[in-house]
C-alpha cells in the first residue's frame, strides 16, 4: 500500500524522534544523518560528518564529506522539525546555499579557521579546506530540508565559488519519498543525451523479436563515459560494483597506461562495460540507430573501467578524444530488476578479480542473518512484556517492503514485533563488528569502505568454516550493536563532550575496551547483554571512562594534521591510544573486570554454537532432500552416469535417495546429494 506525501511526511518525524531517542541524538543531528545515511547507501555521497556551525554573519554548515577524488561535499539545513509539511520557496534554497557557500568561501579566502576553537569540528573542516584547496576539484552543495520543494523551482545550474564549480542538489521530504517509494529504493539516473552531450549513442539493437528484453550494443565515447562518472559518482554503478571499487580504489594500472600511451588500442585491449537500464528512447538518425535517453543506467561490471577514464582525465590531463569502449547494454523491466540485475552484475565479473565475496548482499552469510532475524525473538527488555525481533536489512527496503502490503492494523502489529530502532542494515552491522574484530580505523573511513573491508573478511571466514555464523553469532552481533548504540547515547551527554567527532570517539572506545580486556585473555559476556537487551551500570562506567580518554587523546593530533576526522583514519592515531591502553586500564573499576569471562568459558560457548549450527544444517539438507521425488534422483543419476561424472562412492547415495522414501538419506548423504544437485544444474539437467 502506497503512502501519501502526508502520511511520509507524519512517518518521518515519528521515524526522526524515535531515532533521536533511541540513539541520544539531537533532532537535527538525527535528520541529517537519516538522510545522509540514504544517500551514502544509493551511492549519492561516499561518506558523512556531521559539523554544525551557525555564524551571525550569514555562514552555516551542518556536515560534510572529502572524497578520494577532489570532491568536497558540504551539507546544509532547513530543519525546524515542523508539523506541517510547508513549501520550500527559491528565495529559502537560494539563502541555504548562499550562507553554505559563505562558509567555504571565508575558509579557502578569509583565514576562518583562525577564529574558531581549535577542538572544535567546524575548525577542523575550515583549516582542511584551507589546505587542500589547490586539490578540490568539485563543490557539491546539498540541502536537505524538511519541506517540499516549490514546483516552480525546475533546476538548480552550476556555479563557481573561490574558483571552484559548483553544483547544488536538494533533498525534500517530497524526494526522499519518490526515492522510498519507487521499486529500487532509490532515485533512478535520468540521462538526456541530447540535452547532456548535444547528441545520442549510436548503437545496435541486440534483440530479436517481440518477446525478448530489449539489449543493445554501444560504441560509447570514453570523454562522454568520463563525465558521466565526473557528475554522478558512484551512483552509476551497480551496488557490487561499488564495493569492488571501495575495497580497491579507483585506477587501473594497466588502463592508465593504455589511455596514456595507446588510446587507438583502447577499444581493442579492453573488454568492455556491462551495463543496465530500466528504459530507452532511441531515434533513426541517418547514421543509424541512436539512444537519446536512458533512465535508471547502472554500470555492472566494468566499474574500474569508467573510474580510471575519469582519473586519468582529471590527474594526467589525458586525451579522450580517440577512445571508445564497448558497452553492453540490458533493459530490464523495472519490475525485474531487482532479481534480475544482481545476476547480470554476478555472471558478467565472473571471469575478472571480483570475487564471491564482494557479491556480498547476496552472499549465503547474509541469507542466513536474515534467517535469523526473521526467526529469533529478542527477551523482553527490562519492564516490558512483550518480545520483539531484530530485523536485519539484507537488501536495500526490505524493511519499508515488508509493511508496504500490510492493512494500517498489520502495519502496528509488523512494528510492534520489529521496532524501528531495532532495524540494522549490512552497514549497521559492519560497523558493529569491526569495532571489535578488525581495525577500528576501518569504521572511520566512512560506512561504504568500512563495509568493504567487512565483506572481504566474513568472504574468508565463511570459506575456512561457516558453521562460525550461527545464531550465538547473531545474538553477538546485536548484542555488540547494543553496545554501539549505548556508547553512542552515553558519549553525547558527557560533561566534556562538544558535539563533535562522536563516530570516531565511539569507534575507537569500543576498540580500546576490546584491546584491555583482549590484553586479560578475557571475553564480554555478550549473551548476558542479548539476555538483558541492554548494558549494565558497570559497563557504562568503563565506557564513560573510556570515551573520556579518547576524546582527550584523538581531539590532540599531532603538528601538521588540522583535521581530527582525518587523524581518526590513521594507523597513527589507532598506535597512539594502543600506547595508552595499560594507563587507562588502570583507571577501570575491579568490578567490570570480575564480570567478564574467561576464554574457556567462551570457547566452550563457541563449540556449542558450532555443533548446533550443523545440526541445523544437516536437518536443512535433508528437508531439501526429501522434497525431490525418487523419479528425479533417479533421472539425475541416469543423465549423471552416462556422462560418466559420478564416482563410486555418489552412485550408491544416489541409489539410496532413489529408494526414498522406504530409505532416508543420512544428513552427510543429504550434503553429497545437494552438490550433486548443483552438478547436474552445470550440466544443463534441473531437477525438483
Not at 16 to 40: C, V
Not at 212 to 233: D, H, K, T, W
Not at 488 to 501: A, D, F, I, M, T
Not at 590 to 610: G, N, P, V
Request: charged share 25%.
Amino acid at each position: 500500500m502506497e503512502t501519501t506525501i502526508a502520511e511520509f511526511f507524519h512517518d518521518f518525524r515519528q521515524e526522526l524522534l524515535s531515532g533521536a531517542e533511541a540513539d541520544g541524538n539531537f533532532q537535527l543531528s538525527e535528520f541529517m544523518e537519516t538522510i545522509a545515511n540514504e544517500l551514502i547507501e544509493t551511492g549519492v555521497t561516499e561518506g558523512f560528518e556531521l559539523c554544525h556551525f551557525r555564524a551571525q554573519r550569514g555562514m552555516r554548515v551542518d556536515g560534510y564529506w572529502f572524497d578520494d577524488e577532489g570532491v568536497l561535499d558540504l551539507f546544509v539545513a532547513d530543519f525546524e522539525f515542523r508539523n506541517e509539511l510547508t513549501s520550500l520557496t527559491r528565495t529559502d534554497v537560494n539563502a541555504a546555499f548562499k550562507r553554505v557557500s559563505n562558509f567555504f568561501e571565508a575558509s579557502i579566502r578569509k583565514g576562518l579557521a583562525d577564529e574558531l576553537e581549535l577542538t572544535s569540528p567546524e575548525y577542523g573542516l575550515a583549516r582542511q579546506i584551507a589546505d587542500r584547496r589547490g586539490a578540490i576539484s568539485r563543490l557539491r552543495l546539498t540541502l536537505f530540508s524538511d519541506r517540499t520543494l516549490s514546483e516552480r523551482i525546475k533546476e538548480l545550474p552550476d556555479s563557481e565559488v573561490s574558483g571552484v564549480p559548483v553544483s547544488y542538489q536538494v533533498w525534500d521530504i517530497s524526494r526522499l519519498h519518490r526515492q522510498r517509494s519507487s521499486r529500487s529504493h532509490k532515485e533512478p539516473l535520468d540521462l538526456d543525451f541530447d540535452q547532456m552531450f548535444g547528441a545520442g549513442i549510436f548503437c545496435l539493437p541486440a534483440h530479436l523479436g517481440s518477446e525478448a528484453y530489449q539489449s543493445y550494443l554501444i560504441v560509447m565515447p570514453a570523454e562522454v563515459l568520463a563525465s558521466l562518472y565526473e557528475r554522478f559518482g558512484a551512483r552509476l554503478l551497480e551496488q557490487n560494483v561499488r564495493t569492488f571499487l571501495q575495497a580497491r580504489g579507483n585506477v587501473n594500472k594497466g588502463i592508465r597506461a593504455t589511455i596514456l600511451n595507446e588510446p587507438g588500442m583502447f577499444f581493442s585491449y579492453n573488454n568492455g562495460i556491462t551495463a543496465t537500464a530500466q528504459g530507452v528512447e532511441t531515434k533513426i538518425t541517418d547514421s543509424g540507430l541512436s539512444i537519446t535517453r536512458i533512465i535508471d543506467l547502472q554500470i555492472v561490471n566494468g566499474g574500474q573501467t569508467t573510474a580510471s577514464l575519469f582519473h586519468t582525465r582529471r590527474r594526467d590531463k589525458a586525451d579522450l578524444s580517440r577512445i571508445f569502449v564497448q558497452m553492453k547494454l540490458s533493459v530490464i523491466d523495472s519490475e525485474d530488476t531487482e532479481s534480475v540485475v544482481p545476476r547480470i552484475s554476478e555472471y558478467a565479473n565472473t571471469q575478472n578479480r571480483v570475487n564471491a565475496a564482494d557479491f556480498f548482499s547476496n552472499h549465503p552469510f547474509h541469507v542466513r542473518m536474515e534467517g535469523f532475524s526473521r526467526r529469533i525473538w529478542a527477551p523482553a527488555q527490562k519492564g516490558a512484556q512483550r518480545e520483539t525481533k531484530w530485523f536485519y536489512e539484507r537488501a536495500r527496503g526490505q524493511y519499508a517492503d515488508a509493511q508496504s502490503k500490510l492493512t494500517p492494523s498489520e502495519q502496528r502489529r509488523f512494528k510492534a514485533e520489529h521496532p524501528k530502532p531495532q532495524m540494522f542494515t549490512k552497514t549497521d552491522l559492519a560497523k558493529f563488528e569491526n569495532v571489535w574484530d578488525d581495525h577500528p580505523r576501518y569504521v572511520n573511513l566512512g560506512a561504504q569502505k568500512n563495509f568493504a573491508q567487512y565483506a572481504r573478511r566474513i568472504g574468508r571466514e565463511w570459506e575456512k568454516s561457516p558453521d562460525g555464523f550461527n545464531e550465538s553469532y547473531f545474538k553477538r552481533a546485536v548484542a555488540r550493536g547494543l553496545i554501539f548504540r549505548a556508547t553512542e547515547k552515553l558519549v553525547s551527554v558527557q560533561p566534556w563532550y562538544n558535539g563533535g567527532y562522536r563516530a570516531n570517539i565511539v569507534a575507537y572506545t569500543l576498540a580500546v575496551l576490546n584491546g584491555i580486556i583482549e590484553r586479560r585473555k578475557r571475553r564480554l559476556d555478550f549473551s548476558r547483554i542479548w539476555n538483558d537487551q541492554g548494558i549494565d551500570a558497570t559497563l557504562e562506567a568503563a565506557v564513560s571512562i573510556v570515551s573520556h580518554a579518547v576524546n582527550e587523546d584523538i581531539t590532540r593530533p599531532p603538528g601538521g594534521i588540522s583535521n581530527v576526522s582525518e587523524w581518526c583514519k590513521k594507523e597513527a592515531c589507532w598506535d597512539r591510544i594502543q600506547d595508552r591502553m595499560v594507563e587507562i586500564e588502570r583507571s577501570l573499576p575491579s568490578k567490570f573486570f570480575s564480570q567478564l569471562l574467561s576464554s574457556d568459558e567462551q570457547a566452550a560457548e563457541d563449540r556449542t554454537a558450532k555443533q548446533t549450527q550443523r545440526i541445523d544444517d544437516g536437518i536443512e539438507a535433508q528437508r531439501q532432500v526429501l522434497e525431490i521425488p525418487a523419479e528425479e534422483w533417479t533421472r539425475l543419476h541416469q543423465t549423471l552416469n552416462e556422462k560418466a561424472l559420478l564416482t563410486p562412492k555418489e552412485i550408491g547415495i544416489l541409489k539410496v535417495a532413489i529408494q526414498i522414501p522406504a530409505k532416508i538419506p543420512s544428513e552427510k548423504q543429504c550434503a553429497v546429494l545437494l552438490d550433486l544437485l548443483e552438478r547436474g544444474k552445470e550440466e544443463g539437467i534441473i531437477v525438483g
